[in-house]
C-alpha cells in the first residue's frame, strides 16, 4: 500500500488557537506572557515524588541493585537532587503567586523558597515515621496482607498517603499548588482523592481504596479505617455578597480516633464522626454521631416491602 497523504489546514488551526489564546489572556488580564514557563511542571514533580518515595523507603522503593552499606549514600545523593528539583518548583510557585498579589524583591521570594525546602526537608523523618504507622495499620487491619513489605509495595490506600504525608507538608508551608499536583499524581494513579489540605493522624488506612474521596478542610484521627468509594465531603458551601463561594472555610467532616467507616458510605458537611463509631456502607450521614456508635442503613418494614411489590 502506498503512503497515505493529506493537508490538514494548519496555518488556520493555528491562527484560530492563537486567538483564543489572545481572548483567554485577555479576559485573564494577561496581556504578556514572561518568558520560559512560569508554572510548575508536573513532569518535574513525578520525578521530585520518585526520588523522595525512594530515599523515604530506600531498601523497598529505591534502586533494585541498592545494597543496604550504600543506603546512606543513596539517600542522601537522592535528597540533594530532589531538593535541589524541588527548590526551582516552590521558586516558580511563590513568583507566580506574586503576580497578582503583593510585590515582593525577587532576592525575598528566593530566600523563603530555600526556607521551604530546608523546612520540608527537615520534616522527611517524622513523614517517614507517620508512613510506617500507616503501613502497621494496613498489615494488622487487612487479613490478607502476608507482610509489611507487600502493604508498602503493593497497597494503593499506601502509595496514596505517601503522596498525601508530603503533599500536606508542603501545603503547611505555603506552596499549595505544588501540594495539589502531587495529591493529584496519587488521584491518577490509585483512584484515591486526597486534598491535601486535609489533616490526617497515624494509623490511617485506606482498605482497597477506589473512589475515595477526603475534602480539603477533614480532620481525622489516629487509627481510622475507610473502604473504598466513602466520601468525606462539603453539603454546603457558604457565599459571599457575590455569590462565590468563601474559600478555606471549615466544611467538611472531622473524623475522630478509631472509627471505621464502610464501602460506599457518605458524610457531608462539618458533622463530627465520635470515637470508636462505625459507619456501615452505603450510608448518608449529615449529623454529629457520638461516640461509639453504630450506623447502618435503615431496614424497611415488612409492609413496605409488600407495597413496593418485594414480596
Same mark, same amino acid.
Given at each position: ?19 483564543? $489564546? ?57 535528597? =540533594? ?19 497578582? !498579589? =503583593?510585590? /515582593? ?15 520540608? !526537608? ?140 464502610? /464501602? ?5 458537611? $462539618? ?41
Amino acid at each position: 500500500m502506498g503512503e497515505l497523504t493529506a493537508t490538514f489546514d494548519l496555518q488556520q488551526i493555528v491562527g484560530e488557537l492563537a486567538d483564543v $489564546r489572545q481572548r483567554w489572556r485577555t479576559q485573564q488580564q494577561r496581556s504578556t506572557e514572561p518568558g520560559g514557563r512560569e508554572l510548575p511542571s508536573r513532569e518535574e514533580l513525578t520525578r521530585i515524588v520518585e526520588g523522595l518515595r525512594g530515599a523515604l523507603f530506600p531498601m523497598r522503593l529505591g534502586p533494585p541493585d541498592l545494597r543496604q552499606e550504600s543506603e546512606d549514600f543513596y539517600v542522601g545523593h537522592t535528597l =540533594d537532587t530532589v531538593l535541589h528539583a524541588l527548590l526551582h518548583q516552590v521558586r516558580l510557585e511563590l513568583h507566580y503567586a506574586q503576580r497578582n !498579589g =503583593d510585590k /515582593a524583591a525577587a532576592e525575598v521570594l528566593d530566600a523563603q523558597a530555600i526556607r521551604i525546602v530546608r523546612e520540608f !526537608g527537615h520534616a522527611l523523618p517524622s513523614i517517614r515515621s507517620l508512613l510506617d504507622s500507616d503501613v502497621m495499620a494496613a498489615f494488622e487491619g487487612d487479613p490478607a496482607a502476608r507482610s509489611v513489605d507487600e502493604v508498602l509495595l503493593a497497597y494503593p490506600g499506601i502509595e496514596a498517603m505517601i503522596h498525601h504525608r508530603v503533599a500536606h507538608r508542603l501545603y503547611a508551608l505555603g506552596v499549595p499548588l505544588l501540594a495539589r499536583l502531587v495529591a493529584e499524581l496519587a488521584h491518577g494513579k490509585t483512584g484515591i482523592d486526597i486534598h491535601p489540605g486535609a489533616t490526617i493522624g497515624p494509623g490511617f488506612f485506606i482498605d482497597h481504596g477506589t473512589g475515595v474521596v477526603i475534602g480539603e478542610t477533614a480532620v481525622i484521627g489516629q487509627r481510622v479505617r475507610v473502604y473504598q468509594a466513602v466520601t468525606l465531603g462539603a453539603k454546603s458551601f457558604p457565599t459571599d455578597a457575590a455569590g462565590h463561594p468563601i474559600k478555606g472555610q471549615p466544611r467538611h467532616p472531622t473524623v475522630e480516633d478509631d472509627v471505621v467507616i464502610y /464501602a460506599g458510605a457518605t458524610v457531608l458537611g $462539618r458533622v463530627t464522626i465520635g470515637r470508636g463509631a462505625s459507619i456501615g456502607g452505603n450510608v448518608w450521614v449529615t449529623h454529629d454521631v457520638p461516640p461509639g456508635a453504630h450506623v447502618t442503613q435503615a431496614r424497611p418494614r415488612k409492609e413496605e416491602l409488600m407495597e413496593g411489590g418485594w414480596l
